[in-house]
T-cell receptor, first 112, second 114 residues
Framework: ETGVTQSPTHLIKTRGQQVTLRCSSQ?????VSWYQQALGQGPQFIFQ???????GRGNFPPRFSGLQFPNYSSELNVNALELDDSALYLCASSRLAAYEQYFGPGTRLTVT | GESVGLHLPTLSVQEGDNSIINCAYS??????FIWYKQESGKGPQFIID?????DKRQGQRVTVLLNKTVKHLSLQIAATQPGDSAVYFCAERPGGTSYGKLTFGQGTILTVHP
Protein backbone atom coordinates (compact mmCIF):
# COMPACT_ATOMS: atom_id res chain seq x y z
CA GLU A 1 0.00 0.00 0.00
CA THR A 2 1.09 3.58 -0.63
CA GLY A 3 1.33 6.20 2.08
CA VAL A 4 -1.33 8.33 0.38
CA THR A 5 -4.51 8.71 2.40
CA GLN A 6 -7.85 10.23 1.45
CA SER A 7 -10.94 11.25 3.36
CA PRO A 8 -13.77 10.65 3.50
CA THR A 9 -14.10 7.18 2.00
CA HIS A 10 -17.65 7.70 0.82
CA LEU A 11 -19.83 10.76 0.49
CA ILE A 12 -23.39 11.42 -0.65
CA LYS A 13 -24.39 14.92 -1.71
CA THR A 14 -27.35 16.57 -3.36
CA ARG A 15 -27.19 18.35 -6.70
CA GLY A 16 -26.18 21.98 -6.26
CA GLN A 17 -24.26 21.40 -3.02
CA GLN A 18 -20.54 21.86 -2.49
CA VAL A 19 -18.03 19.22 -1.40
CA THR A 20 -14.47 19.15 -0.09
CA LEU A 21 -12.27 16.09 -0.40
CA ARG A 22 -8.93 15.70 1.37
CA CYS A 23 -5.64 14.01 0.59
CA SER A 24 -2.42 13.49 2.52
CA SER A 25 0.60 12.79 0.35
CA GLN A 26 3.23 10.13 0.86
CA UNK A 27 6.21 11.15 2.97
CA UNK A 28 8.85 12.89 0.85
CA UNK A 29 6.39 13.79 -1.91
CA UNK A 30 5.73 17.45 -2.64
CA UNK A 31 3.32 17.16 -5.56
CA VAL A 32 -0.32 16.12 -5.53
CA SER A 33 -2.48 15.34 -8.55
CA TRP A 34 -6.24 14.78 -8.55
CA TYR A 35 -8.13 12.48 -10.89
CA GLN A 36 -11.79 11.69 -11.48
CA GLN A 37 -12.69 8.11 -12.31
CA ALA A 38 -16.19 7.40 -13.60
CA LEU A 39 -17.51 3.88 -13.32
CA GLY A 40 -15.91 1.62 -15.91
CA GLN A 41 -13.48 4.29 -17.10
CA GLY A 42 -9.87 5.16 -16.57
CA PRO A 43 -8.97 8.09 -14.32
CA GLN A 44 -9.18 11.59 -15.84
CA PHE A 45 -6.66 14.23 -14.78
CA ILE A 46 -8.24 17.19 -12.98
CA PHE A 47 -5.21 19.22 -11.84
CA GLN A 48 -1.89 19.07 -10.05
CA UNK A 49 -0.50 21.11 -7.15
CA UNK A 50 3.13 21.84 -6.44
CA UNK A 51 4.42 24.30 -3.84
CA UNK A 52 0.84 25.32 -3.06
CA UNK A 53 0.15 26.42 -6.63
CA UNK A 54 -1.78 24.80 -9.46
CA UNK A 55 0.73 23.29 -11.86
CA GLY A 56 -1.37 21.99 -14.75
CA ARG A 57 -5.06 21.40 -15.29
CA GLY A 58 -7.19 19.03 -17.32
CA ASN A 59 -10.52 19.68 -19.04
CA PHE A 60 -12.56 20.42 -15.94
CA PRO A 61 -14.66 23.57 -15.31
CA PRO A 62 -13.65 26.24 -12.77
CA ARG A 63 -16.12 24.88 -10.21
CA PHE A 64 -13.43 22.25 -9.60
CA SER A 65 -10.78 23.94 -7.49
CA GLY A 66 -8.07 22.91 -5.13
CA LEU A 67 -5.59 23.85 -2.48
CA GLN A 68 -2.24 22.56 -1.32
CA PHE A 69 -0.95 23.24 2.17
CA PRO A 70 2.62 23.74 3.45
CA ASN A 71 2.70 20.11 4.61
CA TYR A 72 1.87 19.10 0.98
CA SER A 73 -1.59 17.80 1.83
CA SER A 74 -4.31 18.90 -0.54
CA GLU A 75 -8.03 19.55 -0.90
CA LEU A 76 -10.30 19.22 -3.90
CA ASN A 77 -13.40 21.43 -3.84
CA VAL A 78 -16.33 21.01 -6.17
CA ASN A 79 -19.09 23.64 -6.24
CA ALA A 80 -22.59 23.40 -7.69
CA LEU A 81 -22.51 19.62 -7.82
CA GLU A 82 -24.05 17.91 -10.83
CA LEU A 83 -25.24 14.33 -11.17
CA ASP A 84 -22.33 13.61 -13.55
CA ASP A 85 -19.87 14.48 -10.80
CA SER A 86 -20.66 11.12 -9.22
CA ALA A 87 -17.37 9.24 -9.43
CA LEU A 88 -14.33 7.96 -7.57
CA TYR A 89 -11.96 10.85 -6.86
CA LEU A 90 -8.34 9.81 -6.67
CA CYS A 91 -5.38 11.65 -5.29
CA ALA A 92 -1.83 10.77 -6.35
CA SER A 93 1.41 12.05 -4.91
CA SER A 94 4.88 12.21 -6.38
CA ARG A 95 8.20 14.00 -6.24
CA LEU A 96 7.97 16.49 -9.07
CA ALA A 97 11.26 15.40 -10.53
CA ALA A 98 10.20 11.75 -10.36
CA TYR A 99 7.76 10.18 -12.76
CA GLU A 100 6.01 7.67 -10.52
CA GLN A 101 2.67 8.70 -9.10
CA TYR A 102 1.27 6.78 -6.14
CA PHE A 103 -2.47 6.75 -5.66
CA GLY A 104 -4.61 6.80 -2.59
CA PRO A 105 -7.70 4.62 -2.15
CA GLY A 106 -10.05 7.31 -3.42
CA THR A 107 -13.25 8.97 -2.25
CA ARG A 108 -16.48 7.66 -3.71
CA LEU A 109 -18.80 10.65 -4.31
CA THR A 110 -22.45 10.09 -5.13
CA VAL A 111 -24.57 13.06 -6.20
CA THR A 112 -28.34 12.58 -6.03
CA GLY B 1 -4.97 14.70 -29.75
CA GLU B 2 -3.86 12.45 -26.94
CA SER B 3 -5.45 9.09 -26.44
CA VAL B 4 -4.50 5.80 -24.95
CA GLY B 5 -6.56 2.76 -25.79
CA LEU B 6 -6.59 -0.94 -25.14
CA HIS B 7 -7.11 -3.66 -27.73
CA LEU B 8 -8.67 -6.22 -25.35
CA PRO B 9 -11.18 -5.06 -22.77
CA THR B 10 -11.27 -8.49 -21.05
CA LEU B 11 -8.78 -11.29 -20.64
CA SER B 12 -9.43 -14.64 -18.99
CA VAL B 13 -6.54 -17.01 -18.22
CA GLN B 14 -5.80 -20.10 -16.17
CA GLU B 15 -3.57 -19.92 -13.13
CA GLY B 16 0.04 -20.47 -14.14
CA ASP B 17 -0.42 -19.18 -17.69
CA ASN B 18 1.36 -16.11 -18.97
CA SER B 19 -0.83 -13.05 -19.63
CA ILE B 20 -0.31 -10.30 -22.16
CA ILE B 21 -2.24 -7.05 -21.96
CA ASN B 22 -1.94 -4.63 -24.87
CA CYS B 23 -2.27 -0.89 -25.19
CA ALA B 24 -2.12 1.56 -28.10
CA TYR B 25 -1.21 5.20 -27.75
CA SER B 26 -1.40 8.07 -30.19
CA UNK B 27 0.77 10.82 -28.74
CA UNK B 28 4.23 10.43 -30.20
CA UNK B 29 5.46 13.15 -27.82
CA UNK B 30 4.82 10.98 -24.77
CA UNK B 31 8.05 10.16 -23.03
CA UNK B 32 6.89 7.98 -20.18
CA PHE B 33 4.46 5.10 -19.79
CA ILE B 34 3.11 3.34 -16.73
CA TRP B 35 1.07 0.25 -16.02
CA TYR B 36 -1.30 0.30 -13.07
CA LYS B 37 -3.35 -2.47 -11.45
CA GLN B 38 -6.64 -1.57 -9.85
CA GLU B 39 -8.52 -3.97 -7.61
CA SER B 40 -12.15 -3.45 -6.75
CA GLY B 41 -12.64 -0.61 -4.28
CA LYS B 42 -8.99 0.46 -4.34
CA GLY B 43 -6.89 3.09 -6.04
CA PRO B 44 -4.57 2.22 -8.93
CA GLN B 45 -1.39 0.44 -7.85
CA PHE B 46 1.86 1.17 -9.67
CA ILE B 47 3.22 -1.96 -11.40
CA ILE B 48 6.00 -0.93 -13.73
CA ASP B 49 7.05 1.98 -15.90
CA UNK B 50 9.15 2.57 -18.96
CA UNK B 51 10.67 5.64 -20.56
CA UNK B 52 10.54 6.28 -24.25
CA UNK B 53 14.27 5.74 -24.68
CA UNK B 54 13.81 2.08 -23.74
CA ASP B 55 11.99 -0.76 -25.46
CA LYS B 56 11.84 -3.29 -22.64
CA ARG B 57 11.86 -3.29 -18.89
CA GLN B 58 11.50 -6.20 -16.50
CA GLY B 59 10.23 -6.39 -12.96
CA GLN B 60 9.23 -9.21 -10.71
CA ARG B 61 7.06 -11.48 -12.91
CA VAL B 62 6.20 -8.53 -15.16
CA THR B 63 7.72 -7.18 -18.34
CA VAL B 64 6.73 -4.06 -20.24
CA LEU B 65 7.49 -3.75 -23.94
CA LEU B 66 7.37 -0.48 -25.84
CA ASN B 67 7.21 -0.33 -29.62
CA LYS B 68 7.42 3.31 -30.62
CA THR B 69 7.23 2.52 -34.32
CA VAL B 70 3.65 1.33 -34.03
CA LYS B 71 2.89 3.19 -30.77
CA HIS B 72 2.18 0.02 -28.85
CA LEU B 73 2.72 -0.92 -25.23
CA SER B 74 2.27 -4.32 -23.64
CA LEU B 75 2.38 -5.80 -20.16
CA GLN B 76 3.40 -9.40 -19.78
CA ILE B 77 2.68 -11.21 -16.52
CA ALA B 78 4.46 -14.51 -16.01
CA ALA B 79 2.86 -17.42 -14.12
CA THR B 80 -0.36 -15.51 -13.55
CA GLN B 81 -1.94 -16.01 -10.14
CA PRO B 82 -5.53 -15.50 -8.90
CA GLY B 83 -4.27 -12.45 -6.98
CA ASP B 84 -3.42 -10.86 -10.32
CA SER B 85 -7.14 -10.60 -11.14
CA ALA B 86 -7.89 -6.88 -11.47
CA VAL B 87 -8.34 -4.09 -14.01
CA TYR B 88 -5.08 -3.07 -15.68
CA PHE B 89 -4.56 0.42 -17.05
CA CYS B 90 -1.81 1.80 -19.20
CA ALA B 91 -1.09 5.49 -18.87
CA GLU B 92 1.12 7.91 -20.75
CA ARG B 93 2.58 11.29 -19.95
CA PRO B 94 3.41 13.88 -22.58
CA GLY B 95 6.99 15.09 -22.60
CA GLY B 96 7.82 18.49 -21.16
CA THR B 97 6.59 19.95 -17.91
CA SER B 98 3.24 18.16 -17.63
CA TYR B 99 4.57 15.85 -14.98
CA GLY B 100 1.21 15.24 -13.40
CA LYS B 101 -1.01 14.77 -16.37
CA LEU B 102 -1.28 11.06 -16.96
CA THR B 103 -3.65 10.00 -19.72
CA PHE B 104 -5.21 6.63 -18.96
CA GLY B 105 -6.75 4.06 -21.23
CA GLN B 106 -10.11 2.47 -20.53
CA GLY B 107 -8.65 -0.61 -18.83
CA THR B 108 -8.49 -4.38 -19.35
CA ILE B 109 -10.19 -6.73 -16.94
CA LEU B 110 -7.93 -9.69 -16.18
CA THR B 111 -9.58 -12.75 -14.64
CA VAL B 112 -7.40 -15.61 -13.47
CA HIS B 113 -9.12 -18.95 -12.92
CA PRO B 114 -7.64 -21.38 -10.37
Amino acid sequence: ETGVTQSPTHLIKTRGQQVTLRCSSQSGHNTVSWYQQALGQGPQFIFQYYREEENGRGNFPPRFSGLQFPNYSSELNVNALELDDSALYLCASSRLAAYEQYFGPGTRLTVT
Amino acid sequence: GESVGLHLPTLSVQEGDNSIINCAYSNSASDYFIWYKQESGKGPQFIIDIRSNMDKRQGQRVTVLLNKTVKHLSLQIAATQPGDSAVYFCAERPGGTSYGKLTFGQGTILTVHP
